[in-house]
């Protein structure tokens, strides 16, 4: 049983790796990856993709899950997974269960924060990305990072 759910995870770390060295970069391109990983999850999922300087992916690190309407992020545990895979950038993303990818008082307040500490730390946040089941929203995009 354990050799199994090691192979699986394997599996599973190829398969996102695979799928994010493609183009790290378009919002359209994280919302492909990610939308069948936390997309349909039921609480919300607090992610970092994190990239060296060439854009190679480097790993996805779930931050937190939190309740059904709500999560709770600080810079701390964002970056401490961005400093310990050696990151020159990241993505941050997570899942809105209602469907509903606007951004909320709370997204807007962390994106500045993440922002701001990666200014600080040399590590820039190059997006952040609201996936639902089958939309998203690029704070890129839409000029909020």
């Not at 995870?9 to 493609?22: D, G, H, M, W």
């Not at 990983?37 to 060296?52: C, N």
């Not at 994106?111 to 639902?132: A, P, Y």
Request: proline fraction near 3%; hydrophobic fraction near 40%; glycine fraction near 4%.
């Amino acid at each position: 049983p354990q050799l199994k759910a090691r192979m699986e995870i394997a599996r599973r770390a190829s398969e996102v790796k695979q799928e994010t060295s493609k183009c790290a970069k378009q919002a359209i391109d994280i919302f492909d990856i990610l939308k069948n990983k936390i997309g349909f999850q039921t609480k919300e999922h607090f992610v970092v993709l994190s990239f060296d300087v060439r854009h190679k992916y480097l790993g996805m690190d779930i931050i937190a899950v939190g309740i059904l309407t709500a999560n709770i992020i600080h810079p701390r545990e964002t970056f401490e997974a961005a400093i310990r895979r050696h990151a020159a950038y990241i993505i941050v993303s997570h899942n809105h269960p209602s469907g509903d990818c606007t951004p909320s008082d709370e997204d807007l307040e962390i994106t500045k924060r993440l922002v701001e500490s990666g200014k600080v730390l040399g590590i820039q946040m190059m997006d952040h990305v609201i996936v639902s089941r089958d939309s998203y929203l690029s704070f890129a995009n839409e000029g909020l990072v």
